[in-house]
């Protein structure tokens, strides 16, 4: 189900297949699908009333035992419509965190699903229990002394076990809490190191299923699970890569956004997510062939704004051009720093990393420093760390024009010359040559 939104930018078809993909993700099978359009949701049932009566004559045709509707539901809804349809309900939300779930690895990747789907339940755990816990209370000493007596007796052990459940699941989301920022103060004294280190660091994102852990294994020779699916990894890798100029970064794959994004997942990950607030880099990697491509790269541009990323310098990898009829015909107008690739065959990724090296120095301090024959250990630095514009041999040592990360020009500062001295001394060693080349040999 969904309620199609003037201002969306997606669909209601559109969207209901991409939750139709979701739900096969997570194993189900899908047997339909319904639209209804209102102006506004209907806040007892989510839908119309002659709707939910439909699908509850509709489970009894098509034998369905759970109904996902393509919103987040309140608690009242969810259990409204579980009874008038005769069928377990969930949202989308629900139906991301179970394939977050399924999808999580690490240590890390754990915790954060625990905690976003404690926060999830926590609301709705009233309702979940509202049936056991009248029947526990039925009995009471009071019930058949009248309305005071009735109530008390029913409400007093259902609000007791139910304020052990929520004590419980607070207790965990605080425990929980407590895990994920040492995990955090562990990520960050790492991300320190790095930049301790001055290497750059590229953030791949984009939307799910976009093909960026098969670019991240490309690019990388790395073993990151890269399948058909939404959501097919969720843990973040990082791998060092080597650009054509010879300078290292980091290459980080993160997960994939989606449209609707819970936001409590965008809260419970976000110890993860800054990796790509960190970065210095985002590489957006864009499924070239999806009908939508358009919508995904706003959605994860509005994920990013969310974060606080969205002003990083950007590279864009069109990717999947090798499943085009005409992929010269790609518009890269519309994308910032966009090169055409295919992460399957390889095709232009020499292209794209050229890109983010440019990239990558324009966002560096344009240096030039004159180095000692004798410590050839910071012409090697330089290379590594920095984009090397120009490099020539003087009489004094190795002059070297180019950019470097702001984190590391204070240890090429002894040697720093003026890019007009450097040009002077350049143009007067050229002259030397000449002369030395244009005396005649005499022999004796």
Same mark, same amino acid.
Request: net charge negative; proline share 4%; no cysteine.
């Given at each position: 189900?969904?309620?199609?939104?003037?201002?969306?930018? #997606?669909?209601?078809?559109?969207?209901?297949?991409?939750?139709?993909?979701?739900?096969?993700?997570?194993?189900?099978?899908?047997v339909?699908?319904?639209?209804?359009?209102?102006?506004?949701?209907?806040?007892?049932?989510?839908?119309?009333?002659?709707r939910?009566?439909?699908?509850?004559?509709?489970?009894?045709?098509? +034998?369905?035992?759970?109904?996902? !509707?393509?919103?987040?539901?309140?608690? &009242?809804?969810?259990?409204?419509?579980?009874?008038?349809?005769?069928?377990?309900?969930?949202?989308?939300?629900?139906?991301?965190l179970?394939? /977050?779930?399924?999808?999580?690895? =690490?240590?890390?990747?754990?915790?954060?699903?625990?905690?976003?789907? $404690?926060?999830?339940?926590?609301?709705? $755990?009233?309702?979940?229990?509202?049936?056991?816990?009248s029947?526990?209370?039925?009995?009471?000493?009071?019930?058949?002394?009248?309305?005071?007596?009735?109530a008390?007796?029913?409400?007093?052990?259902?609000?007791?076990?139910?304020?052990?459940?929520?004590?419980?699941?607070?207790?965990?989301?605080?425990?929980?809490?407590?895990?994920?920022?040492?995990?955090?103060?562990?990520?960050?004294?790492?991300?320190?190191?790095?930049?301790?280190?001055?290497i %750059?660091?590229?953030?791949?994102?984009?939307?799910?299923?976009?093909?960026?852990?098969?670019? /991240?294994?490309?690019? &990388?020779?790395?073993? !990151?699970?890269?399948?058909?699916?939404?959501?097919?990894?969720?843990?973040?890798?990082?791998?060092?890569?080597?650009?054509?100029?010879h300078?290292?970064?980091?290459?980080?794959?993160?997960?994939?956004?989606?449209?609707?994004? %819970? &936001?409590?997942?965008?809260?419970?990950?976000?110890g &993860?997510?800054?990796?790509?607030?960190?970065?210095?880099v985002?590489? *957006?990697?864009?499924?070239?062939?999806?009908?939508?491509?358009?919508?995904?790269?706003? =959605?994860? +541009?509005?994920?990013?704004?969310?974060?606080?990323?969205?002003?990083?310098?950007?590279?864009?990898?069109?990717?999947?051009?090798?499943?085009?009829? @005409?992929?010269?015909?790609?518009?890269?107008?519309?994308?910032?720093?966009?090169?055409?690739?295919?992460?399957?065959?390889?095709? @232009?990724?020499?292209?794209?990393?050229? =890109?983010?090296? *440019?990239?990558?120095?324009?966002?560096?301090?344009?240096?030039?420093?004159?180095?000692?024959?004798?410590?050839?250990?910071? !012409?090697?630095? /330089?290379?590594?760390?920095?984009?090397?514009?120009?490099?020539?041999?003087?009489?004094?040592?190795?002059?070297?024009?180019?950019?470097l %990360?702001?984190?590391?020009?204070?240890?090429?500062?002894? #040697?720093?010359?003026?890019?007009?001295?450097?040009?002077?001394?350049?143009?007067?060693?050229?002259?030397r040559?000449?002369?030395?080349?244009?005396? %005649?040999?005499?022999?004796?």
């Amino acid at each position: 189900m969904d309620n199609e939104s003037e201002e969306s930018l #997606w669909s209601a078809d559109d969207s209901l297949e991409e939750l139709a993909a979701l739900a096969r993700t997570a194993g189900a099978e899908v047997v339909g699908s319904g639209v209804q359009r209102l102006k506004a949701v209907n806040p007892t049932l989510y839908v119309g009333k002659g709707r939910a009566q439909e699908l509850a004559m509709l489970r009894d045709e098509l +034998d369905f035992s759970l109904l996902i !509707v393509d919103d987040e539901l309140a608690p &009242t809804q969810q259990r409204n419509l579980e009874k008038t349809v005769g069928a377990r309900v969930i949202d989308r939300t629900a139906l991301i965190l179970d394939i /977050f779930a399924q999808h999580a690895h =690490t240590r890390e990747g754990q915790l954060q699903v625990e905690l976003a789907q $404690l926060e999830y339940r926590l609301p709705r $755990l009233a309702g979940s229990s509202r049936g056991e816990l009248s029947r526990l209370g039925g009995g009471s000493r009071g019930s058949g002394g009248g309305g005071v007596g009735g109530a008390i007796g029913v409400r007093g052990p259902g609000e007791t076990k139910l304020e052990i459940d929520r004590r419980r699941i607070r207790a965990r989301i605080a425990e929980l809490h407590r895990e994920l920022g040492m995990v955090r103060q562990q990520r960050s004294l790492q991300r320190r190191q790095r930049e301790a280190r001055a290497i %750059p660091v590229v953030a791949v994102v984009g939307y799910t299923n976009a093909g960026k852990s098969t670019l /991240f294994n490309t690019l &990388t020779a790395a073993s !990151v699970l890269a399948e058909n699916k939404l959501f097919a990894t969720l843990d973040p890798t990082t791998r060092y890569l080597t650009l054509p100029s010879h300078q290292e970064v980091l290459l980080t794959d993160t997960v994939g956004f989606i449209q609707k994004l %819970p &936001t409590t997942l965008v809260a419970a990950f976000r110890g &993860t997510l800054e990796e790509v607030v960190e970065a210095d880099v985002l590489l *957006e990697v864009v499924d070239a062939t999806h009908e939508n491509a358009i919508e995904q790269s706003q =959605t994860v +541009d509005d994920v990013l704004h969310e974060l606080g990323a969205a002003e990083k310098p950007r590279v864009t990898a069109l990717n999947k051009v090798d499943l085009l009829d @005409n992929p010269d015909e790609v518009d890269l107008s519309l994308y910032p720093n966009a090169v055409a690739v295919s992460a399957r065959t390889g095709a @232009n990724l020499d292209l794209l990393m050229r =890109t983010l090296g *440019e990239v990558l120095a324009d966002e560096m301090v344009r240096y030039t420093v004159l180095l000692p024959y004798d410590r050839g250990d910071m !012409v090697e630095v /330089f290379h590594r760390r920095g984009h090397v514009m120009r490099q020539e041999a003087q009489e004094t040592g190795t002059l070297i024009e180019g950019t470097l %990360p702001r984190q590391i020009v204070a240890a090429f500062a002894p #040697w720093r010359v003026a890019p007009a001295t450097s040009r002077r001394a350049a143009h007067r060693q050229r002259v030397r040559d000449q002369q030395t080349t244009s005396q %005649p040999q005499q022999t004796l």
